[in-house]
T-cell receptor, first 111, second 113 residues
Framework: TQLLEQSPQFLSIQEGENLTVYCNSS?????LQWYRQEPGEGPVLLVT?????EVKKLKRLTFQFGDARKDSSLHITAAQPGDTGLYLC???????????FGKGTLLTMNP | DAGVIQSPRHEVTEMGQEVTLRCKPI?????LFWYRQTMMRGLELLIY????????DSGMPEDRFSAKMPNASFSTLKIQPSEPRDSAVYFC???????????FGPGTRLTVT
């Protein structure tokens, strides 16, 4: 069974701070996706990475896939209130259909 | 373009009653997934279909749960009889299936009392 562990589970920051969340596994994935979920809504896809070592940027968000395709990180620069939510990573296996989701990192902002 | 549509958005029912959740995937997508999300377990895959055929139902908790996809534009998840421990948010997602990028509906929040 493939498992993805996300850390930290909860993260509370001040506006303008930088942060990194992690997604780790002992299994190799053919692709790794990051989703963001807001309260009362479904997860929304942010990015897909498929190549070991790949780095993708989405405005202030930087996503990296580990060289061995077992882990990934999401870095947010100068966090804004609109960045809050549950960040989920999901790994795709050889079937390309089924995703294994981590339990997520809940990002909140201190008032 | 319409995204994944789920109905109802909220369902409150009593233990023992039958519950049917509905999903309309994005037009042209060939894979459909049903998930359940709780605080304790996170997002769990219940079942997925490819080209309307169930491929993997190993996540379905027990025989009380069943899912159908009679055509490419409609799927149902049925719980009969429902129990309080089934209370959760149920999501439907669809994808083109090439690299597994999934598009989620808004979810159905189920409360069984």
């Amino acid at each position: 069974t493939q498992l993805l562990e996300q850390s930290p589970q909860f993260l509370s920051i001040q506006e303008g701070e930088n942060l990194t969340v992690y997604c780790n596994s002992s299994s190799v994935f053919s692709s790794l996706q990051w989703y963001r979920q807001e309260p009362g809504e479904g997860p929304v896809l942010l990015v897909t990475v498929v190549t070991g070592g790949e780095v993708k940027k989405l405005k202030r968000l930087t996503f990296q896939f580990g060289d061995a395709r077992k882990d990934s990180s999401l870095h947010i620069t100068a966090a804004q209130p609109g960045d809050t939510g549950l960040y989920l990573c999901a790994g795709g296996g050889g079937s390309n259909y089924k995703l294994t989701f981590g339990k997520g990192t809940l990002l909140t902002m201190n008032p | 373009d319409a995204g994944v549509i789920q109905s109802p958005r909220h369902e409150v029912t009593e233990m023992g009653q039958e519950v049917t959740l509905r999903c309309k995937p994005i037009s042209g997508h060939n894979s459909l997934f049903w998930y359940r999300q709780t605080m304790m377990r996170g997002l769990e895959l219940l079942i997925y279909f490819n080209n309307n055929v169930p491929i993997d139902d190993s996540g379905m908790p027990e025989d009380r749960f069943s899912a159908k996809m009679p055509n490419a534009s409609f799927s149902t998840l049925k719980i009969q009889p429902s129990e309080p421990r089934d209370s959760a948010v149920y999501f439907c997602a669809s994808s083109l299936g090439r690299i597994g990028e999934q598009y989620f509906g808004p979810g159905t929040r189920l409360t069984v009392t």
